[in-house]
């Protein structure tokens, strides 16, 4: 079986997340680099939020894979949210050299809903849409006081 | 310790009998001379103490020299001595003794017993000479022992009070729901300043803190090492979805950094930790507001008005960032 | 602490050294991020072995320095077309396999010893030591 296959792509509402639950093998990257960004196309989603929270190591390929899926769901016009870097990952991917410049990180999936929740600004038809309907990114209803 | 010492095996010595048989007089002159020698400070022990101490000593020393048949110190019949004297040695490098009242101390046992050994070798010179040696020797030992082992006592004392002030100097403080400070006092070296980064890392996850600030204040000197260490911990910081807040540059510190060409460009900086914390505020949504203006609000929202203000002056706040 | 051999052949032998570093750097009494930093080298080295020389092996072997320090030592080795410029290598930004380049001069930065040893068509030997 394909490894990329094991790792779940969810999508609520216009957002994408995918919780990376395991070590990852080179091919497992490509793989899913490769699904979300299809995901992306097909789903039309506005955001993907990257749950990295239980990963012990992150090495240059994975960073790598990170920027990139930032660098092209931003030509998409969605936006990606790295999700829960453990600090000792974040030690040593600033050793290793990489800053991860341009990916956009949250503490936990709280904060990252919390972040993509006020990015709703309308401009295509979809969005207009569920605008029309009071709901937000997450398909949920907008309470306005 | 492998039994090495067989020089001169199956020996007597006399100087055991002499431990033996005249113990109290050596105890009570080793006793006096220790209080009369001006080292003897009855705030770090007590003369009943001491007096055990040494009995203690005396005890196994004739024990030893008697199991070891003459051999030297390395003998594993002086093992419980060795023992007594490293317990004896640390004991006293906690209470603050110096290395030479740990070596006096023993050593001067040497001067007590030699004119005791000439007394019992009369008219025998040659085996007074022969068991002087021998015991002069030991005592030398057995004074190197107590100084070796006060020493790694002290080094260790040392080694744990630092470990434990490097575990004070990391508080990492909670100001705010979702605002950590990290006051940074003293000097830093590597080892501490990778301590507190990964204290402060920790912390964030612990209490999900999105913004943190590191205030050097307390901060003498900056190089380049503590610098880098600064960066990083504010890059990591980053890469975990949390912002960091320097602030308490001192003029001669920022000085210093531009000359040294280290690029803060990245970090957010405040003059003042009330600044920072003003900031951190801010980017969680929140601000400070007189008591006057809340009541005014209050009175405005009572009669019908909305408050667009504030949230105006919050949004403006942290678009300037 | 037995040392231990890891044949580097395929992609996956890559997670699997990492794994192995890791469960070898939490024995030895390394905290979180000196395993993350270990098991990150593995990956990095690994993976330069994989792809550059195609196989070779991976040696995890704890080290005690003269003064009592304890250590985990990393050797990769393999026989493959070996380094041209050893230099140009160690830059950040470097590399002729399309990668980032932070392999060889990021994990130097992970370590506190760092040693390579490459020549054209002879292969390369990567020593790297953590100390505790």
Same mark, same amino acid.
Request: glycine content about 8%.
């Given at each position: 079986?394909?490894?990329?296959?094991?790792?779940?792509?969810?999508?609520?509402g216009?957002?994408?997340?995918?919780?990376?639950? +395991?070590? #990852?093998?080179d091919?497992?990257? !490509?793989? =899913?680099? $490769?699904?979300? %960004?299809?995901?992306?196309?097909r789903?039309?989603?506005?955001?993907v939020?990257?749950?990295?929270?239980?990963?012990?190591?992150?090495d240059?390929?994975?960073?790598?894979?990170l920027?990139?899926?930032?660098?092209?769901?931003?030509?998409?016009?969605a936006r990606?949210?790295? +999700?829960? #870097?453990?600090?000792?990952?974040? !030690?040593? =991917?600033? $050793?290793?050299g %990489?800053?991860?410049?341009?990916?956009?990180?949250?503490?936990?999936?709280?904060?990252?809903?919390?972040?993509?929740?006020?990015?709703?600004?309308?401009g295509?038809?979809e969005?207009?849409?569920?605008?029309a309907?009071?709901?937000?990114?997450?398909?949920?209803?907008?309470?306005?006081? | 310790?492998?039994?090495?010492?067989?020089?001169?095996?199956?020996?007597?010595r006399?100087?055991?009998?002499?431990?033996?048989?005249?113990?109290?007089?050596?105890l009570n002159?080793w006793?006096?001379?220790?209080?009369?020698?001006?080292?003897?400070?009855?705030?770090?022990?007590?003369?009943?103490?001491l007096?055990?101490?040494s009995?203690?000593?005396?005890?196994?020393?004739?024990?030893?020299?008697?199991?070891?048949?003459?051999?030297?110190?390395?003998?594993?019949?002086?093992?419980?001595?060795?023992?007594?004297?490293?317990?004896?040695?640390?004991?006293?490098?906690?209470k603050?003794?110096?290395?030479?009242?740990?070596?006096?101390?023993?050593?001067?046992?040497r001067?007590?017993?030699?004119?005791?050994?000439?007394?019992e070798?009369?008219?025998?010179i040659e085996?007074f000479?022969d068991?002087?040696a021998?015991?002069?020797?030991?005592?030398?030992?057995?004074?190197?022992?107590?100084?070796?082992?006060f020493?790694?006592?002290r080094?260790?004392?040392?080694?744990?009070?630092?470990?434990?002030?490097?575990?004070?100097?990391?508080?990492?403080?909670?100001?705010?729901?979702?605002?950590?400070t990290?006051?940074?006092i003293?000097?830093?070296?590597?080892?501490?300043?990778?301590?507190?980064?990964?204290?402060?890392?920790?912390?964030?996850?612990?209490?999900?803190?999105?913004?943190?600030?590191?205030?050097?204040?307390?901060v003498?000197?900056m190089?380049?090492l503590?610098?880098?260490?600064?960066?990083?911990?504010?890059?990591a910081?980053?890469?975990?979805?949390?912002?960091?807040?320097?602030?308490?540059?001192s003029?001669?510190?920022?000085?210093?950094?531009?000359q040294?060409?280290i690029?803060?460009?990245?970090i957010?900086?405040?003059a003042?930790?009330?600044?920072g914390?003003?900031?951190?505020?801010?980017?969680?949504?929140?601000?400070?507001?007189?008591?006057?203006?809340?009541?005014?609000?209050?009175?405005?929202?009572?009669?019908?008005?909305?408050?667009?203000?504030?949230?105006?002056?919050?949004?403006?706040?942290?678009?300037?960032? | 602490?037995?040392?231990l051999?890891?044949?580097?052949?395929?992609?996956?032998?890559i997670?699997?050294?990492?794994?192995?570093?890791?469960r070898?750097?939490?024995?030895?009494?390394?905290?979180?991020v000196?395993q993350?930093?270990?098991?990150?080298?593995?990956?990095?080295?690994?993976?330069?072995?994989v792809?550059?020389?195609?196989?070779?092996?991976?040696?995890?072997?704890?080290?005690?320095?003269?003064?009592?320090r304890?250590?985990?030592?990393?050797?990769?080795?393999?026989?493959?077309?070996?380094?041209?410029d050893?230099?140009?290598?160690?830059?950040?930004?470097?590399s002729t396999?399309g990668?980032?380049?932070?392999?060889?001069?990021?994990?130097?930065?992970?370590?506190?010893e760092?040693?390579?040893?490459?020549?054209?068509?002879?292969?390369t030997r990567?020593?790297?030591?953590?100390?505790?």
């Amino acid at each position: 079986m394909d490894g990329a296959q094991r790792i779940p792509i969810l999508k609520v509402g216009r957002v994408l997340l995918v919780p990376i639950q +395991v070590d #990852m093998d080179d091919q497992t990257v !490509i793989g =899913l680099q $490769e699904r979300i %960004l299809a995901e992306l196309e097909r789903t039309r989603a506005r955001g993907v939020l990257l749950d990295i929270s239980l990963l012990e190591m992150v090495d240059s390929f994975i960073g790598r894979m990170l920027s990139d899926i930032a660098a092209m769901a931003r030509i998409m016009d969605a936006r990606t949210v790295v +999700v829960g #870097m453990q600090p000792a990952v974040a !030690i040593t =991917l600033v $050793e290793l050299g %990489l800053e991860l410049r341009g990916v956009e990180t949250v503490l936990n999936v709280d904060e990252g809903i919390k972040l993509l929740r006020a990015e709703f600004d309308g401009g295509n038809e979809e969005d207009e849409a569920m605008r029309a309907e009071g709901l937000n990114l997450f398909g949920e209803s907008v309470h306005r006081a | 310790m492998p039994n090495k010492g067989v020089a001169q095996p199956e020996q007597t010595r006399r100087v055991v009998d002499l431990l033996a048989t005249r113990r109290d007089e050596i105890l009570n002159l080793w006793i006096k001379e220790r209080l009369e020698s001006g080292e003897f400070r009855d705030e770090l022990i007590s003369k009943k103490e001491l007096r055990q101490q040494s009995q203690q000593i005396v005890d196994m020393l004739a024990q030893a020299i008697k199991e070891s048949a003459g051999a030297d110190y390395d003998d594993a019949a002086f093992d419980e001595l060795r023992a007594l004297l490293n317990l004896i040695s640390h004991t006293r490098a906690v209470k603050g003794y110096t290395a030479r009242e740990n070596a006096t101390y023993v050593l001067s046992l040497r001067s007590i017993v030699r004119p005791m050994l000439l007394e019992e070798h009369a008219g025998n010179i040659e085996a007074f000479l022969d068991e002087l040696a021998y015991f002069a020797e030991l005592v030398d030992r057995l004074a190197l022992t107590m100084v070796e082992n006060f020493i790694r006592s002290r080094e260790e004392i040392i080694h744990q009070q630092r470990a434990d002030m490097m575990e004070l100097s990391t508080p990492v403080i909670k100001v705010w729901d979702k605002i950590l400070t990290l006051p940074i006092i003293g000097t830093l070296d590597s080892r501490r300043a990778q301590l507190m980064m990964e204290a402060l890392l920790q912390r964030i996850v612990e209490s999900g803190s999105t913004v943190a600030i590191l205030d050097i204040t307390g901060v003498r000197t900056m190089d380049t090492l503590v610098a880098n260490h600064l960066i990083k911990t504010v890059t990591a910081a980053r890469l975990m979805g949390a912002r960091c807040i320097l602030t308490g540059v001192s003029p001669a510190i920022a000085q210093t950094m531009v000359q040294l060409g280290i690029d803060l460009s990245q970090i957010t900086t405040r003059a003042q930790m009330s600044d920072g914390i003003r900031l951190a505020l801010e980017l969680v949504g929140r601000t400070v507001v007189p008591l006057s203006l809340v009541a005014h609000l209050r009175n405005g929202a009572a009669s019908g008005n909305k408050q667009p203000e504030i949230i105006a002056a919050t949004n403006n706040a942290e678009n300037k960032q | 602490m037995e040392s231990l051999s890891i044949a580097l052949e395929q992609e996956y032998d890559i997670v699997a050294a990492r794994g192995e570093v890791r469960r070898l750097a939490r024995a030895l009494g390394f905290g979180s991020v000196d395993q993350s930093r270990l098991a990150t080298v593995a990956s990095e080295l690994a993976r330069n072995v994989v792809k550059y020389a195609g196989r070779g092996r991976l040696i995890a072997q704890p080290v005690t320095d003269a003064g009592g320090r304890k250590g985990l030592r990393l050797v990769f080795e393999d026989s493959g077309p070996g380094i041209k410029d050893l230099a140009a290598a160690m830059r950040d930004g470097f590399s002729t396999g399309g990668g980032l380049g932070k392999g060889l001069p990021g994990s130097k930065r992970l370590v506190h010893e760092f040693q390579i040893e490459s020549a054209p068509d002879r292969g390369t030997r990567v020593s790297v030591v953590r100390w505790l």
